[in-house]
Structures are given as C-alpha cells and as structure tokens.
C-alpha cells in the first residue's frame, strides 16, 4: 500500500513538473541570455546590453504544419547601447531588423531616435520567443510575428459603388461593352477629383498611397490616424502603386503622392509605362521618404542561384499599375528575356505571391519595398528562400541610365541570409503638382516632419524620414515651395550610391 502511495506521489509529482514547463518554458535569467547573445551575434558584440528582462506571461499552441507542440513567451526588457548607434539610418541593419529578432511589432519598440541613438540610451521593448518542445526541452525556434491588421479590412468595391452612385444618379444612358470600361474609368477618375475638391474645402490633403498591405498605405494609414484630430488631415486612397499614382496626379485627382523614384523620373520625362502618353512635366518632388531595393525572391529549394535561372519557371511580377512591376520587365529586359519565355507570368503583386511560393504554384517573385520587410522575414523564417543578387554587369546596365542605384543589402537582414545581396534601389518620394500653391506644400512638409517621432511609435518606418535626407535620391525638379523650405539644409549622403 505504501508502495502505491509513494508511486502516485512520483508520478503527479513529474506530472506536475512537466506541465510546469509546458506552461511556463524557460525562465526570465534563460531568456534574458538567449536575448543577449542573439543581438550579439546579429548585430555585434558591445553595442547592446540587455539591462532588465521581465517574462510577463506565455501562450502554448500546437503548430498545424509540423505538430510541434510550442509556446509564446511574452517579455519586457529594457536595452541599453554600448555605443552610439543609428537605428534609422538608410545603408545597415536597422530596427526592422531589431524588432524582427526580439520577436516585436514595430510598435513595440520605445526610444528609437531619428538620426541615432547615443551611447548609455535605452530601449523598452515589448517582446516575444517561441520554443519548441522537442526531447523534453524546450528549443527556440523561428516563428512568424503577427503584425497587427491597418484598420478593419473594408471592401474597396462598395466605397467606389458608394461614390459611382452619387455622380451616375445624375447620369442616365445606356451601357454596355467597351464603353462600360470608358465610363467607368471616367467616373472613377471623377469621383477621385471631387473628393479632392471635398478634401481642400476641409484642409484635407488626398494622398494615392498604395496597395493595402504595403508599406506606403500602412505609412500614410498611421499618419492619417494622427492628424485625425488636428488642425491639417490627410485622406489616404488605395491604389496598385506608383504608376497610378502618377496618372492620379496628372489628373489632378489627388493632392499629393507616394511613388518610387525611378518612376517619378520616367513619368517626368514620358518613357517606360508613360511613353504613350508623354511626359508628365508638371509633376514635382517635395520629400524623400526612405530607401527601397529590388528583391527577385525565389525557393531555397527550387535550385535557382541566378536570374538567369528564372527562365522558364513560374513568377509574379507586381500589380498592374506599380513600381515593382516596372522594375521586374527592366531587369527581365536587361538578361535579353520576353514575358514569352517563362511558364506562367502572374501580376498579382506580394502578398498573393507569397502565399503561391509556400504552397508550390510559384518559383519566384519580384518586389520593390523597404528592406528588411517584415512580409519577407516572416517568410524568410518559415520557408528555406534565397534573394538573387544582380552582377556587375547587370548593376552596370541598370544604373547607367540615372534611374536606379547600385545597393547592397546588408548580410542577415533576413533570416538565413548569411551574405551580402547585391541589387539595385531608389528612394520612395512624396511628389506633387507644379501648381500646387506654396502655402499647401510649406504646410504639408511641415505637418509631416513635425509629426514623424508621434507616428514612429506606431509605424516604425516612418523613423527613417527627416529633414536631413528629404532631398536625397530626388529623381524629378523640386517644387519651389519645398526648395525653400528646405533651405539651407544640404543633402545627406550615406553608404550606399544614390541618385543625385
């Protein structure tokens, strides 16, 4: 009896220790360690010093693909540097990539400052680890970081039929066919122009920002929340990208515009997508926002190491009417190549590529976006992927014409990216119209820059924009109003080439 009693004791005893470590995993001192050691070996040793760790709670759940049974560990800590050091700056790892490691939104993230931080800052962070249990142990392993949804997902379709009813019940008449297309897209255009119209009545400025998952969308999203109770508002108005965006504006359909700029250039001097219509010469440039670079994204497992490799296979080249579209046809040009010789050729732009790439239906993708993106490191550290890079030549080819710069992407900004990318970039630019009054211009730029440290607390990226770099990489004329706002800030270079 004695011996039955011993027994159950030991077996709810280990019972009781083995659901204390499913629930709880590792403690705060394990975690604080595996913290440290993991910024010194992404960023380098002496230059962060995890000062406090707080385990705040954790949450098991069972991985659906491999059946692992895992846990979120939720933490606060507190980071000091150990030398100075620029979180923002446009040409080395930055808080993207921070945040990315710590298991953090770019929300959570506190004391990053424009332009660097100084030795002995600290940093709040907000973070989280995931663990595996695997032999007994509990492992730490990659995990995809949720980054919370820009607004409740509203269908674009019924704000447009929204305001396509407004103006067609004053219309009457018959349609079919082409002319459907015609009026459609006349009345599109339309309704833009008069909540512009609308928008200037209010001291609103209408903004064409980008496809909803992007970052130009997300960025102008959180600028819009702030300025929701202020003196001067933005509307933000969905569209495919850049080269829309430029037609939008020729249009006068919106006030001002976030678009790549190799395409400002383009639609300024009517070449590339803009050639049919000609150039587009009232548009002018009023802020430099922050880099971006081209990333031709393909399986790890696919055996692709080159562009050249490309042929043949199954890729998606961006959305109709955007920048990454533009620039996946130029590089696909420059290797001697047609859309005709590859299997299938997609445009349904990042966000559906991804998801194609993991389930198999697709070899490889171009984009234009910030680096390092969070879409892509969350792909990186769930699926084996590898970015091509460009050679000498192809760089050469590319970056003669004044449009594009030569980049080098930083080794491990992504998860497993343990070399240099060589590829090409350009910068992402606020622009306007030439008859846009000065007071607006003056008005805006300053509304912006005055707001930056409020929204980079929500949207991280929007650290990287300042008066200091404002006017580099512009690729079209300044607006006068934003020349002599600017003056006499000089134009700031960094590591990487950019265009003058």
């Not at 010789?341 to 910030?370: C, M, P, Q, S, Y």
């Amino acid at each position: 009896m004695r011996t039955n009693i011993v027994t159950r004791l030991l077996v709810i005893t280990c019972l009781g220790m083995l659901l204390s470590a499913c629930e709880r995993g590792p403690d705060a001192k394990s975690l604080q360690a595996q913290v440290q050691t993991t910024l010194n070996q992404q960023f380098k040793e002496g230059l962060f010093e995890v000062i406090s760790l707080k385990r705040t709670g954790s949450a098991p759940f069972t991985d659906k693909v491999s059946s692992d049974d895992k846990l979120t560990v939720y933490f606060n800590a507190r980071i000091r540097f150990l030398a100075n050091h620029n979180l923002t700056a446009w040409d080395s790892l930055n808080f993207a990539t921070l945040g990315y490691l710590l298991g953090a939104t770019e929300k959570g993230i506190e004391g990053v400052s424009t332009g660097g931080n100084k030795k002995d800052d600290v940093l709040k962070v907000f973070g989280t680890s995931t663990y595996a249990l695997r032999s007994g142990q509990w492992r730490p392993v990659a995990s995809r970081t949720r980054v919370p949804a820009v607004g409740e997902s509203t269908s674009e379709t019924k704000k447009l039929i929204d305001e396509l009813q407004l103006i067609y019940q004053q219309t009457a008449g018959r349609r079919g066919g082409a002319e459907a297309k015609i009026v459609d897209k006349e009345i599109k255009i339309a309704a833009r122009k008069i909540n512009t119209q609308l928008d200037k009545l209010k001291k609103v400025y209408s903004v064409a920002s980008g496809p909803r998952e992007g970052m130009y969308y997300r960025n102008m999203h959180a600028f819009e929340q702030h300025l929701r109770n202020k003196t001067i508002k933005i509307s933000n108005y969905q569209t495919d990208g850049s080269v829309e965006n430029c037609n939008l504006l020729q249009n006068q359909s919106v006030d001002v515009a976030i678009v790549q700029s190799n395409i400002a250039a383009m639609a300024f001097r009517g070449q590339g997508p803009f050639k049919e219509r000609g150039p587009l010469s009232d548009l002018r440039a009023l802020a430099s926002l922050y880099p971006e670079m081209v990333h031709v994204i393909v399986s790890g497992k696919s055996g692709i190491t080159t562009l050249e490799g490309l042929k043949g296979k199954r890729i998606d080249i961006g959305l109709p009417e955007s920048g990454s579209r533009v620039d996946s046809l130029r590089i696909i040009e420059t290797l001697g190549y047609r859309l005709s010789d590859f299997t299938e050729v997609r445009e349904k732009g990042i966000a559906d590529a991804i998801g194609a790439l993991k389930n198999g239906t697709l070899d490889g993708f171009f984009v234009t976006i910030h680096a390092p993106a969070r879409a892509l490191q969350d792909l990186a550290a769930l699926e084996e992927i590898r970015i091509l890079p460009l050679n000498e030549k192809q760089v050469r080819d590319l970056t003669t014409e004044g449009v594009y710069i030569p980049y080098i992407l930083p080794a491990k900004s992504y998860p497993g990216q343990i070399q240099p990318v060589t590829t090409i970039g350009l910068t992402a630019m606020v622009i306007g119209n030439q008859t846009m009054p000065d007071k607006r211009v003056s008005e805006l730029l300053d509304t912006i820059l005055k707001s930056v440290n409020a929204v980079a607390r929500k949207e991280m990226r929007a650290a990287f924009i300042s008066q200091q770099t404002a006017q580099t990489g512009i690729s079209i004329p300044l607006h006068p109003a934003a020349e002599k706002f600017y003056t006499p800030i000089v134009k700031k270079e960094t590591g990487n080439a950019l265009v003058k």
